[in-house]
Nanobody, 122 residues
């Protein structure tokens, strides 16, 4: 397993942008696929985006496609989520997670960060 720490959340107006970061500890970060998930109050955790270890493959939820971009820098042990054109319905706690392969099933991820709050409101 790897230890994951997210940052970059905050309060932003609708239409604004934020970039989330997730730093991993350990020397095997580059072997993992990484995913972003989110959870709003009273709702189940949902998939947002994922990227495989080599960055050749990315997956996105339909709700964020065209607005969010996942990327990673294996030299910095960091995965990013660039979020543009944010909407109030994007408000949630965002989590990064590590898995053996890029997929949308949270049950396939075995390491999770503590989450960072994103609030989209005017």
């Amino acid at each position: 397993q790897v230890q994951l720490v997210e940052s970059g959340g905050g309060l932003v107006q609708p239409g604004g942008s934020l970039r989330l970061s997730c730093v991993a500890s350990g020397r095997t970060f580059s072997r993992y696929a990484m995913g972003w998930f989110r959870q709003a109050p009273g709702k189940a955790r949902e998939f947002v985006a994922a990227i495989n270890w080599s960055t050749e493959r990315t997956l996105y939820a339909d709700s964020v496609k065209g607005r969010f971009t996942i990327s990673r820098d294996n030299a910095k042990n960091t995965v990013y989520l660039q979020m543009n054109s944010l909407k109030p319905e994007d408000t949630a706690v965002y989590f990064c997670a590590a898995s053996a392969w890029a997929n949308s099933n949270p049950g396939q991820y075995d390491s999770w960060g503590q989450g960072t709050q994103v609030t989209v409101s005017s």
